[in-house]
């Protein structure tokens, strides 16, 4: 069965940072590329950034170049986002995905003053 739980999230204003991780189990965490999504209110959910499976950066959302970084430790089954300078407009719930797998529960963040 897979899991996905990912944490990280709360309120934090706007210029700082957060981290997010997400922990997997239930296939070959390794073999797989992931992928960190959003969605704000009344918006769709978007690609942010993913990262293959060796650990290899990949597409990005043009919104969060040079602030957020994916990253991934593969002996933990982890996933990583770490988000710079944050802006009230990343406001969103966070979500992982594996390439070939299902959802997580995602995790709320806030950025405001």
């Known amino acids: 069965q897979v899991q996905l739980v990912e944490s990280g999230g709360g309120l934090v204003q706007p210029g700082g940072s957060l981290r997010l991780s997400c922990t997997a189990s239930?296939?070959?965490?390794?073999?797989?590329?992931m992928s960190w999504h959003r969605q704000a209110p009344g918006k769709e959910r978007e690609l942010v950034e993913g990262?293959?499976?060796?650990?290899?950066?990949?597409n990005y959302a043009e919104s969060v170049k040079g602030r957020f970084t994916i990253s991934r430790d593969n002996a933990k089954n982890t996933v990583y986002l770490q988000m710079n300078s944050l802006k009230p407009e990343d406001t969103a719930v966070y979500y992982c995905?594996?390439?070939?797998?299902?959802w997580g529960q995602g995790t709320q963040v806030t950025v405001s003053s």
């Open positions: 990262i293959t499976g060796s650990g290899s950066r990949t």
């Open positions: 995905k594996p390439e070939f797998q299902g």
């Open positions: 239930g296939f070959t965490f390794s073999s797989e590329r």
